[in-house]
Nanobody
Framework: QVQLVESGGGLVQAGGSLRLSCAAS????????MGWFRQAPGKEREVVAT????????NYGDSVKGRFTISRENAKATVYLEMNSLKPEDTAVYYC????????????????WGQGTQVTVSS
């Protein structure tokens, strides 16, 4: 089992930045691929960014490419999401997730989920 706790969400104006963190506990963090996902009201949960076990492979949803950066520190068992140039359409609950695979690009591949953190971008 892996327990995940997100932090760093909040209210920000359009054009601003936020940094989300996800602290993991339980099994060996470096064995797991990690991802950030989001879900806006009335919409399906979508992939924001994913990263492989070593941090060398990353992938982003089309709507966040060039604005968001995912990274991880295995020594701290933490994954981050740096969000810049935020837009009102980025407003959602953001979830951190772990896959038992060393890398997962699709939502269905993720096995463990955090409770989510709210990000609200005002116009």
């Amino acid at each position: 089992q892996v327990q995940l706790v997100e932090s760093g969400g909040g209210l920000v104006q359009a054009g601003g930045s936020l940094r989300l963190s996800c602290a993991a506990s339980g099994r060996t963090f470096s064995n797991y691929g990690m991802g950030w996902f989001r879900q806006a009201p009335g919409k399906e949960r979508e992939v924001v960014a994913t990263i492989n076990w070593s941090g060398r492979i990353t992938n982003y949803g089309d709507s966040v490419k060039g604005r968001f950066t995912i990274s991880r520190e295995n020594a701290k068992a933490t994954v981050y999401l740096e969000m810049n140039s935020l837009k009102p359409e980025d407003t959602a609950v953001y979830y951190c997730a772990a896959t038992r695979l060393t890398y997962g690009s699709a939502l269905r591949q993720y096995d463990y989920w955090g409770q989510g953190t709210q990000v609200t971008v005002s116009s």
